[in-house]
């Protein structure tokens, strides 16, 4: 997987832009952290820098400006340089990912940081879309140097002079981790609070699919949109949100969850409305995350074969409408001369049956049906879905839970005893 696009609601990035995100970054932290993060970092990196203008960062970055700036994203375009930092940094701490370099001779920090410098590094996670987005963190020079149970350390290459490249001792960023709210398929996002060693800011990160994250963070006239250009571009997308938290508030907090982790009945909803009720509110939209699940080699021809074999397939995938619609077409699902009928957004059982008659009149289409409609698909018809579901060439079942997938494939190992 590889992280295609970011976008801040003012501004868009690809990889090709990645330079650009650098220099914000670059313009940011200049003397910023030179002056405050000195028992941090040693002072010749800090020093040693090259000073970039943010003006001219802001003027090299007019050619991709929106139109309209956006109700609500809170931010002017003189403020990109800290903007596009707070996204970075949010990438680089919200996740659950682990730096998996190799073992080398260095016994004091400076030495493991000048030995992380000189070569790429790994990393392990349950899930790749957090490795593609903390792969992208490192290319614009904010790397994931280190991680324990209760800390993160971000290497800050982008502070690094050319010269220095490779070899250089780069300067650190370290985290406090408060708390880890792990990602559930029912939750649809996950979220982490952390405080920052070098300005005492505690701040609770959240992303997530925008079926949810919508709900949580500020209003904003763009996010809907922009889901749906990347989804109709075939990247999965996350939404980025963040939120300061006061001592005061994060202690309130802190009492309510613990109260909620020794409630011996309805432990798990105690701890989930908590969260909701003290976090997930009014959330600053820092941007939206687009990554690329590439094809694997040969599938559009092995897809192609089991076609004109007559033998039908599926695809079962959490990915929003539009994005699996694409990966279908993509990977050659569906033939470039085939309908592709689509059921989505159907809440009752009435309308439900509407599609299915309908449904009964198309023999050679590709059906693609949400996790709502299928739901209530398979809770009021299901041997009618099934029947004629298994009669079309390709289905793509979207939005589903782990639960639906499982349905499925038990349903059709059913009805087709195979």
């Not at 996204?87 to 400076?110: G, K, R, W």
């Not at 020079?141 to 010269?163: H, K, N, Q, Y």
């Not at 963040?242 to 409630?263: C, G, H, N, P």
């Not at 959490?318 to 001369?337: I, Q």
Request: glycine share 6%.
């Amino acid at each position: 997987m590889e992280l295609k696009r970011v976008h801040m609601g003012v501004m868009a990035y690809t990889l090709e832009t990645s330079d650009e995100v650098s220099r914000h970054l670059r313009a940011n932290l200049q003397g910023r952290v030179g002056s405050q993060a000195a028992s941090d970092m040693p002072v010749s990196a800090a020093t040693s820098s090259s000073v970039v203008d943010a003006d001219a960062v802001d003027a090299d970055a007019t050619g991709r400006q929106h139109t309209s700036l956006g109700k609500g994203h809170g931010r002017a375009r003189r403020d990109m340089p800290q903007h596009i930092f707070d996204m970075v940094e949010s990438l680089a701490l919200c996740h659950n990912v682990t730096p998996a370099e190799e073992e080398e001779e260095a016994t004091t920090h400076d030495e493991r940081m000048a030995v992380a410098v000189s070569k790429p590094m790994a990393y392990q996670a349950s899930s790749p879309d957090e490795v593609a987005i903390v792969k992208w963190t490192e290319l614009v020079g904010v790397v994931l140097a280190e991680r324990t149970l209760s800390t993160i350390t971000l290497r800050l290459d982008v502070l690094l002079p050319e010269s220095q490249l490779g070899y250089g001792v780069a300067p650190t960023l370290t985290y406090d981790i408060l708390q880890v709210f792990p990602f559930t398929s029912e939750s649809k996002r996950m979220g982490v609070v952390v405080k920052s060693r070098l300005t005492g800011e505690i701040f609770f990160i959240q992303k997530g699919a925008d079926s949810v994250m919508s709900r949580i963070v500020q209003y904003n006239d763009w996010l809907d949109e922009e889901c749906g250009n990347m989804a109709r571009d075939g990247l999965r997308t996350l939404v980025v949100g963040r939120k300061r938290l006061s001592q005061q508030a994060y202690r309130k907090f802190e009492d309510a969850y613990q109260q909620a982790r020794v409630t011996v009945v309805g432990r798990a909803d105690a701890m989930r409305q908590v969260v909701a009720d003290y976090l997930e509110s009014d959330l600053e939209l820092l941007g939206l995350t687009g990554v690329e699940d590439r094809l694997q080699d040969n599938v559009r021809a092995t897809l192609e074969l089991l076609g004109n074999a007559g033998i039908k397939v599926w695809m079962l995938t959490g990915d929003k409408v539009e994005t699996a619609t694409c990966v279908a077409v993509s990977a050659r699902l569906v033939r470039r001369d085939q309908l592709v009928h689509v059921v989505s957004g159907l809440r009752s059982a009435h309308e439900v049956n509407l599609a299915l008659e309908t449904l009964r009149t198309l023999n050679d289409c590709c059906l693609i049906i949400d996790g709502d409609s299928l739901q209530v698909a398979l809770d009021f018809f299901r041997d009618e879905f099934v029947q004629i579901a298994t009669r079309l060439p390709a289905v793509v079942c979207c939005r589903c839970s782990p639960t639906q997938k499982a349905d499925i494939v038990r349903l059709i190992q059913k009805y087709t005893r195979r």
